[in-house]
């Protein structure tokens, strides 16, 4: 099948048996009446007592009621599933068996966090070997997905072992032997980048200086070299909206600002960023999309789509969302829908039946995107 773009990207839930109904809102209860800074401990403490005792599952689902209880833990639920991937592979001391172990769940944060583990273990890394593991333990035929996530994962782990020295972990992205692989590394490097910046007490340090100014808030993006720009400004609303205040509008603006060839990529940054902070509050997403102008709205509507999707690899999300959407805007939300099918789904049938369930007048554009 024909792979979407790393710039695109970024299973069943288990049931919960750590602990009953009863128990299960004690486990939240003890943390959540916290401060901030003593609560995000306090429920990591917890939710690593569960994968030590019961296994990455448990501990994901365990993170999922939380989620649904605590709109903190909502909100920061990556950096958590970051941590409990590289607490999964302390836990298995296997690379294979810990990002087994792993799911989809917010945006796949757990082999991502894999990856960080499995990386900071090694006394040294090397080219060669980076330039393979993904291949080697992940069968892309059998799902791009995941394939993402491993390649993706490394930009991660390469910045946290580098100590964020951003240019060295994009180098060593840079031995990754696809366009596509590269691509994937690329966007890991300057999500860690940003995630650390934004979370320096989640287990996030980034060196002293950082790779960000709030004087340029086009930086490091518009510093680099072209091949970066793309990974680059599809993460940097999220370092403008840290700097502004979540001034959305002024976040257009600075969008605005970036090279043409390089615009619609910082609105779809924006719309996954408005998505993320609404909780995926469709219509505040839309509202806020609206700030923008011209084509800046439908991408951001885009990116918006894209995040709703990938938050839990649910297109169905997506397809609701579309529905409520203008009808300038539906053709690229479904056209969008179909192209994450692609990486989603790797059985062309299974495509084919989410693309029928769409508005009647959109099931072919869906269809043509999910096409291998």
């Not at 192209?339 to 769409?358: A, I, K, M």
Request: charged share 20%.
């Amino acid at each position: 099948m024909s792979r979407v773009s790393g710039a695109v990207l970024g299973a069943a839930v288990c049931a919960l048996v750590f602990v009953g109904h009863a128990e299960g809102a004690a486990f939240g209860e003890a943390c959540r009446e916290k401060p901030l800074q003593e609560k995000t401990p306090c429920y990591q403490s917890r939710l690593e007592e569960i994968l030590k005792t019961q296994g990455t599952e448990q501990a994901l689902t365990a993170l999922e009621q939380l989620a649904a209880q605590d709109p903190d833990v909502l909100r920061d639920a990556h950096p958590y599933v970051h941590q409990l991937g590289k607490l999964s592979f302390s836990h298995y001391q296997d690379f294979s068996t810990a990002f087994s172990h792993c799911r989809d769940t917010f945006w796949s944060g757990c082999y991502h966090g894999v990856l960080e583990g499995y990386l900071s273990s090694l006394p040294q890394v090397e080219l060669r070997a980076i330039a393979t593991l993904c291949d080697k333990h992940i069968d892309a035929r059998q799902s791009w997905f995941l394939k993402y996530q491993c390649v993706h994962g490394l930009g991660h782990g390469l910045t946290l072992y580098f100590q964020y020295d951003v240019l060295r972990a994009l180098a060593f992205c840079g031995a990754l032997p696809t366009d596509w692989d590269r691509e994937s590394c690329y966007g890991g490097v300057f999500m860690e980048n940003i995630v650390a910046f934004q979370k320096p007490h989640s287990g996030h340090h980034p060196g002293p200086t950082g790779f960000l100014n709030p004087q340029d808030p086009l930086y490091p993006c518009n510093a680099l070299a072209t091949k970066y720009q793309g990974a680059c400004y599809l993460m940097q609303t999220s370092a403008i909206l840290t700097f502004n205040g979540y001034d959305f509008a002024q976040a257009f603006r600075a969008c605005d600002q970036v090279p043409r060839e390089f615009s619609p990529t910082c609105y779809q940054s924006l719309g996954r960023d408005i998505s993320g902070f609404t909780l995926r509050d469709a219509k505040r997403v839309i509202a806020l999309c609206g700030l923008g102008s011209g084509d800046s709205i439908r991408h951001c509507l885009v990116g918006a789509v894209k995040d709703v999707i990938l938050t839990h690899a649910d297109p169905g999300r997506g397809v609701a969302f579309c529905r409520l959407l203008d009808g300038r805007y539906k053709k690229d939300c479904y056209a969008s829908v179909g192209e994450l099918l692609l990486s989603l789904y790797p059985d062309q049938e299974r495509r084919e039946q989410v693309c029928t369930g769409v508005e009647k007048g959109y099931i072919a554009v869906c269809k043509v995107s999910a096409r291998s």
